[in-house]
């Protein structure tokens, strides 16, 4: 059963992609690569950011974060919604073999219709909606064809941009030969456990689809009995996008946060998709014990660690680091596996320099 799920358990952008990488690259390390593969699921309405091991950055909408290192097969099942035009301008943009691309013919494609009526139906202001017609597409695809509802739905093997990567057939088929021969297969979700349309608890101010470890594994079309290793990662400071989109517990400012960490640069953060700055607020264990009820991690990845201090402060423990990651610990009543304090990787708190293996 080897297959890893990671999923965000606040309001998105928490550095899944960064995780989903790293899991990736060690378990690289222990097979050969070829054992790997990685699947998206949802849609292009969130960016996932990696980083190249040259240091390059990446931001993508469609393409899995966990892709980046371009020597993973890279499948994009049934429950995949896929704007045509993001998803090959990033494979051309990364220069990604296409043979390592695997798209189920039962796919969704968002549509201009889609977008449109998204544009028209006030989301934008009204829930901060990115407008990228995921939504809509959602909906289409759940009305099947109503006749009171003029929203057109199709599926990837009625598109033509796609044929090259669905002839291939159904991903579900093609991954359960790879998990019978034991190579690991990570799924990477996208946005985070208050974005849940059921249980995020913020609807709604939710998006479209249910964002827990359980919606992306029915998404990729698997098997509950095929997973070994659930990932949920957080943020020191959760964000939500601009404008009205939800509550967020402890509002805060960027400045404040720079200040309080003795950062004199600007950390001010926007969103991949619309460039709009993100909404800041303090930690809440609240919704962070949530999240972890719900998706019952193996591993907890905590991120932006850079925003409370040094990671060379990281095993002083009288420093602002080492206090933090104390009370969110107890807050939540749950150990923290590793912690990030940039794009680039991870460090493991109670053994900093082994490696744990997926």
């Not at 798209?103 to 544009?119: M, R, T």
């Not at 719900?294 to 850079?306: C, I, Y």
Request: proline content about 4%.
């Amino acid at each position: 059963m080897p297959v890893s799920i990671v999923i965000g358990g606040q309001f998105g952008s928490e550095g899944k992609g960064k995780v989903a990488l790293e899991i990736v690259r060690r378990e690289q390390k222990r097979v050969r690569s070829a054992s790997v593969a990685v699947i998206r699921v949802g849609g292009p309405n969130s960016g996932h950011t990696a980083y190249e091991l040259s240091g390059k950055k990446w931001a993508l909408r469609q393409m899995p974060a966990s892709c980046i290192d371009r020597d993973v097969d890279v499948y994009f099942p049934a429950g995949s919604y896929l704007d045509a035009d993001v998803l090959l301008q990033e494979m051309e943009a990364l220069d990604y073999p296409h043979d390592r691309i695997f798209i189920s013919p039962y796919a969704q494609i968002i549509l201009p219709e889609h977008k449109k009526w998204e544009q028209e139906s006030n989301l934008a202001s009204s829930i901060g909606s990115t407008g990228s017609g995921v939504g809509a597409a959602v909906l289409a695809s759940i009305a099947r064809e109503a006749s009171n509802l003029k929203l057109p739905s199709r599926d990837a093997a009625h598109c033509e941009q796609l044929h090259k990567f669905t002839h291939r057939g159904e991903t579900t088929g093609l991954l359960r030969e790879r998990l019978d021969k034991g190579h690991r297969v990570v799924i990477e979700g996208t946005q985070g456990f208050g974005l849940s349309l059921l249980d995020g608890g913020y609807w709604p101010k939710a998006t479209s689809r249910a964002t827990t470890a359980a919606g992306a594994l029915s998404e990729s079309g698997l098997s509950p009995r095929d997973v070994d290793d659930i990932t949920m990662v957080i943020r020191s400071f959760p964000i939500r996008v601009a404008g009205d989109s939800g509550h967020l517990v402890d509002e805060t400012t960027w400045e404040e946060i720079a200040r309080n960490a003795d950062v004199d640069s600007d950390i001010q953060e926007y969103t991949t998709v619309t460039r709009k700055l993100r909404r800041v607020g303090k930690f809440d264990p609240v919704l962070v014990r949530r999240a972890l009820a719900a998706n019952a991690p193996t591993r907890l990845v905590l991120n932006h660690m850079d925003y409370i201090g040094s990671e060379d402060s990281l095993l002083d423990e009288g420093s602002r680091v080492r206090k933090f990651l104390e009370r969110v610990e107890r807050d939540i009543g749950r150990t923290i596996d590793w912690v990030g304090f940039s794009g680039l990787d991870v460090a493991e708190p109670q053994r900093v320099g082994h490696e744990q293996e997926v």
